[in-house]
């Protein structure tokens, strides 16, 4: 790593805008940081496409974006991090990568005191199972139910986020899921659209569950690792820069990405980059 500088970004990327809720949460937590935001808006969804397929796209994005000097890669997708880290980590050997899974997990049995974990997210992420070992990993005892809720995505894009659809499929997913796990008492939104149903998840489970979103814990896991390795922006650095890439439709991605990352996004700033 003796190349890499403090000056130097942060990559982050994802299939699309869903990312750019993991992005929010760096940029809160890092604000000095200069970041590079890859969305993979080409090949979206990952979350249908197989393990082999995945591994391929993320590995793809990953050196589009390790050819612009960065000092730490964030994979900010959920099914990207579940299916394609360590094959990301193989090739990348130059910068830390992270992924959000194993801080999600991190957080979720922190958060739980039955040790009774329910998580949701991607067909992909729940059929490879890396949320449930990774809780395992740290809870053995952890009983860890997991359903796929492909549907919140299409929700979360279309702005479709609260109202009698999005409770319809809230429930129609969470319904069964609790059910069968009666004793769960944390969510974990393994997916990075969940968090914009946030509150239409909150009203289908009620109160008395804890919901976790692992965009924050991975966050401080990425300042944690730049600090360890002694390559945190400077303290007292003005706001960074932030660079926004998409693979295809800039435009959508600036009008979708905008409630994602919550401030405006102007077409133009979006620059349109081929893997
Ligand atoms: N970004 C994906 C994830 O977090 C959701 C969208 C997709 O399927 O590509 O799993």
Do not use: W
Request: charged letters at 15%; one cysteine or more.
């Amino acid at each position: 790593m003796a190349a890499v500088a403090p000056e130097h970004a942060i990559g982050v990327f994802d299939s699309g805008v869903g990312g750019l809720t993991v992005l929010k949460a760096l940029l809160r937590e890092l604000p000095g940081e200069n970041f590079i935001y890859l969305g993979d808006t080409a090949r979206l969804p990952y979350g249908t496409k197989s393990p082999t397929t995945v591994v391929r796209y993320a590995l793809a994005a990953a050196e589009a974006l390790m050819a612009l000097r960065l000092k730490c890669l964030v994979i900010a997708c959920n099914t990207a991090s579940a299916v394609a880290l360590a094959q990301v980590r193989a090739r990348v050997v130059s910068v830390p990568v992270i992924g959000v899974i194993e801080p999600g997990a991190e957080a979720a049995c922190a958060s739980s005191s039955s040790g009774h974990i329910a998580v949701i997210g991607t067909e992909g992420t729940i059929r490879g199972g890396a949320y449930q070992e990774a809780i395992r990993r740290r809870r053995p005892q952890a009983q860890v139910a997991a359903a796929a809720a492909p549907l919140f995505v299409a929700l979360a894009e279309e702005d479709l986020c609260e109202g009698p659809i999005a409770a319809a499929v809230a429930h129609h997913y969470l319904d069964p899921l609790l059910a069968g796990a009666p004793r769960t008492d944390t969510l974990v939104l393994g997916c990075t659209h969940f968090p914009m149903l946030r509150r239409a998840i909150e009203q289908a489970v009620g109160p008395g569950l804890a919901i976790v979103d692992s965009a924050q814990t991975t966050a401080g896991a990425v300042r944690c690792t730049l600090a360890q390795a002694g390559i945190l922006a400077p303290a007292g650095m003005p706001h960074g820069r932030l660079r926004l890439l998409a693979t295809d439709a800039p435009q959508r991605f600036a009008q979708i990405g905008a409630r994602f990352l919550e401030r405006r996004i102007a077409a133009e700033d979006v620059e349109a980059i081929d893997l």
